[in-house]
């Protein structure tokens, strides 16, 4: 099992910036792809971006040039660096973690950390 904790979540105001990090613990290895999903009131989850254990990343193209994630290997941690904030940012992000070829069986999430983008 592998056990992720998210933080840095919370509110702020439009053009602002927030920093979200997910630690993993338990059986969790490098070879691991992790990232992070949001899902928004009414709406499915939808990827935000993900990092492998090499640092090849892929971003939704809706943040794009304003969020950027980030890998420590040895900490087994992950960070969301958030900047020019909108309000359609606003949602429950969640970490995420999955085996590259055993997905079906190794497939973890976080318990979520509200992200709330409002004047």
């Known amino acids: 099992q592998v056990q992720l904790v998210e933080s840095g979540g919370g509110l702020v105001q439009p053009g602002g910036s927030l920093r979200l990090s997910c630690a993993a613990s338990?059986?969790?290895?490098?070879?691991?792809?992790m990232g992070w999903h949001r899902q928004a009131p009414g709406k499915q989850r939808e990827l935000v971006a993900h990092?492998?254990?090499?640092?090849?990343?892929n971003y939704a193209d809706s943040v794009k040039g304003r969020f950027t994630i980030s890998r420590d290997n040895a900490k087994n941690t992950i960070d969301l660096q958030m900047n020019s904030l909108k309000p359609e940012d606003t949602a429950v992000y969640y970490c995420?973690?999955?085996?590259?070829?055993?997905?079906?069986?190794?497939?973890?999430w976080g318990q979520g950390t509200q992200v709330t983008v409002s004047s």
């Open positions: 990092i492998t254990s090499g640092g090849t990343t």
């Open positions: 338990g059986s969790i290895s490098s070879i691991y792809v």
């Open positions: 995420n973690a999955y085996h590259p070829i055993l997905r079906n069986k190794n497939n973890y």
